[in-house]
């Protein structure tokens, strides 16, 4: 059976890279990439692979069930990648049920839609997950995230998407879906919205505005290149075992503080600046609620498993993110216009 695959959430961050990767190396299959274009979708991430045969775009939101259940019948989606999701976790402690709906409730509407499709056929099937390592909640200064570590979430974010975890396993258990999941670190690189931490302060060195460290700056996150995580994800959906785990991680901790001087001291060369003008940016604001201390990743089951192993190097994929945001900086103002500017003020008032 030929296979025609549902991408959610591909015109975000993660999910351009992954539908990217599938449209070019895969002809023979079908990408149908769903994404409702909230102000973290951006048709402008695809536009070099738009025109290709095999890649389709659906503007529809997956709380929406009975468009939903629809565009699985008349399409057949043999399989479903699902990154669609609100992935901020200050938006998030402004509005959770926002994150409730769309994590939670719109993974349920996709589960079912996929159940009713294929239930008792489900051979050659699959629903992969992707989710977050934010699902075990915080770590003290050692140890590392396995995939056996419990979940205790902390955000609400974090709490959504390990709720919708669950969700995905219980179809597996209950119904016998075949699904994968896996659990990965903070990304970083091209495409990603500056919200996030690296972007933004890429941003706002840029604009010579503050770069806002939250609390003490030593919060901890095992950072990836996103392109690592496409690949990972790809290698997962073709080889992982169904109804199992996956941690995807970076090998690479740093400390939020060290990580904004490192970034200030790779742009500082980059544009030319005297060495340490943009660090003088660096400014420590209230710090986030609930805040996880340390985020580090055991990705030894899916390198020993699947011979998965980051490709670049820290320095490597930070030097190429700086430099796509130096080349398109166009897409920067074109996001951090209208709707950014009033989620910055709320943000980062008095900042
Ligand atoms: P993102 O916010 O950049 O993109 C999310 C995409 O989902 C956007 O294109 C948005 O328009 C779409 N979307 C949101 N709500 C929708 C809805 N109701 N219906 C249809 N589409 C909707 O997110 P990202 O950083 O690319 O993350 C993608 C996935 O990977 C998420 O599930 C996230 O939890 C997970 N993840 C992210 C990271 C990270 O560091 N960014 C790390 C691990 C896991
Ligand atoms: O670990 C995976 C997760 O990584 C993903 O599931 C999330 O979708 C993704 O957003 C990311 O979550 P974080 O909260 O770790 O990422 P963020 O870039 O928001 O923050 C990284 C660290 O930097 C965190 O300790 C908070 C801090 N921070 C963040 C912002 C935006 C600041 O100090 N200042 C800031 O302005």
Redesign the pocket.
């Known amino acids: 059976m030929k296979k025609k695959i549902l991408i959610?959430?591909?015109?975000?961050?993660?999910?351009?890279h992954v539908v990217r990767r599938f449209v070019t190396k895969y002809s023979d299959y079908d990408i149908f990439n769903?994404?409702?274009?909230?102000?973290?979708?951006?048709l402008e991430?695809l536009k070099d692979i738009e025109a290709y045969p095999n890649y389709h775009f659906i503007k529809?939101?997956?709380?929406?069930e009975a468009t939903i259940n629809k565009l699985f019948e008349e399409h057949q989606f043999t399989d479903v990648l699902?990154?669609?999701?609100?992935?901020?976790v200050d938006r998030s402690i402004t509005d959770p049920l926002a994150f409730a709906?769309?994590?939670i409730l719109?993974t349920m509407i996709l589960l079912n839609a996929f159940k009713n499709l294929w239930s008792e056929r489900w051979d050659g099937h699959r629903f992969y997950?992707?989710?977050?390592?934010?699902v075990y909640g915080t770590l003290g200064e050692t140890g590392l995230f396995t995939e056996t570590t419990s979940y205790d979430p902390n955000s609400p974010?974090s709490a959504s998407?390990a709720s919708s975890d669950h969700f995905v396993r219980a179809y597996g258990e209950t119904y016998g879906m075949p699904y994968v999941i896996?659990?990965?670190?903070?990304?970083?690189g091209p495409?990603?919205?500056p919200e996030?931490l690296i972007p933004l302060c890429i941003n706002n060195i840029l604009t010579g505005k503050p770069l806002p460290i939250y609390g003490n700056g030593k919060y901890t996150r095992d950072w990836?290149y996103?392109i690592d995580?496409a690949i990972a994800i790809d290698l997962v959906f073709h080889k992982g075992e169904n109804h199992e785990t996956y941690n995807?991680g970076g090998f690479n901790e740093w400390q939020n503080i060290d990580l904004v001087r490192e970034l200030c001291k790779q742009m500082d060369s980059k544009l030319g600046k005297d060495e340490g003008s943009s660090e003088k940016l660096i400014t420590f604001v209230k710090d986030r609620p609930g805040h996880d201390l340390r985020y580090a990743i055991d990705a030894s089951k899916i390198n020993q498993e699947l011979g998965w192993a980051p490709s670049v190097t820290f320095e490597e994929g930070l030097s190429n993110t700086i430099d796509w945001y130096l080349n398109n900086e166009d897409w920067l103002q074109e996001v951090t216009s209208g709707n950014y500017q009033n989620y910055y003020q709320n943000q980062y008032k008095g900042e």
């Open positions: 959610t959430g591909g015109a975000g961050f993660i999910g351009s769903l994404d409702s274009l909230t102000y973290a979708g951006n991430n529809a939101d997956i709380t929406d699902h990154l669609a999701a609100e992935s901020h709906k769309t994590n719109g997950h992707i989710s977050t390592d934010e974010y998407k896996t659990n990965c670190s903070n990304n970083y495409n990603h919205f996030k990836l996103v995580h995807i």
